[in-house]
């Protein structure tokens, strides 16, 4: 089956602890982005990467780093997360320019 | 800055009726795509339909039609005899191809469809 996975689904953590949050495609699809939502605001998009080792910033990327070592993982990183990056998360994949993002089921992340 | 505006923050509908979302957006580009997705309370971001900025002819999906005025920058989608399963949120995209695949979202309209 097509899809895009996220790990975790769920996850409660405190303010400074390290966490990844992991991003699998099996689609074979050259694009791959994260996203957050939050409440009045949509979705923004954090980070986005055109190809293997290809990544760039996007809307609100600060306090994140992404790498792609390979096409079809793409993980988030919050090397100190803080409180205001509680939120609602998403990994998005897509074939190429213009075409549908097909969406991860997720990941609902609070800071304490 | 490329905006995308949703101006009814929650609607309601009886089942079986016509239901209309509105959507704006300002871009200066010619050629873009524009989306709606509909995020039920699952939370999984679903393609309801989708349309090019080149084409006159509104994209049509079954139950669901868009009303695509490239002039006024709208992009208001139709939802004919709504279901129980149409609940959702739904969200207005716009893709505009700075070659980060980035969609710029609406804040997104809460639709209920009451039984």
């Known amino acids: 089956e097509a899809q895009v996975t996220q790990n975790p689904r769920y996850l409660i953590t405190v303010t400074g602890k390290k966490l990844t949050v992991t991003c699998s495609q099996n689609?074979?699809?050259?694009?791959m982005s994260w996203y957050r939502q939050d409440p009045g605001l949509g979705l923004r998009q954090i980070y986005y990467?055109?190809?293997?080792?290809?990544?760039d910033k996007g809307d609100v990327p600060e306090g994140y780093k992404v790498s792609r070592k390979e096409k079809r993982n793409f993980p988030l990183i919050l090397e100190s997360p803080s409180p205001n990056q509680t939120s609602l998360y998403f990994c998005a994949s897509s074939p190429g320019v213009y075409n549908e993002q097909f969406f991860g089921p997720g990941t609902r992340l609070t800071v304490l | 800055a490329q905006t995308v505006t949703q101006s009814q923050p929650e609607m309601s509908v009886q089942e079986a009726e016509t239901v209309t979302l509105s959507c704006t957006y300002d871009t200066s580009e010619n050629n873009y795509y524009l989306f709606w997705y509909k995020q039920p309370p699952s939370r999984q971001m679903i393609l309801v339909i989708r349309q090019e900025a080149y084409k006159q002819q509104n994209a049509t999906e079954n139950r669901f039609s868009v009303n695509f005025q490239k002039a006024a920058k709208s992009f208001s989608l139709k939802i004919s005899d709504s279901q129980l399963g149409d609940t959702a949120m739904y969200f207005c995209?716009?893709?505009?191809?700075?070659?980060?695949?980035?969609?710029?979202f609406g804040t997104g309209t809460r639709l209920t469809i009451i039984p």
């Open positions: 689609m074979n699809h050259e694009y």
């Open positions: 995209a716009l893709n505009e191809n700075f070659g980060n695949e980035k969609l710029t």
């Open positions: 990467s055109m190809n293997v080792e290809v990544t």
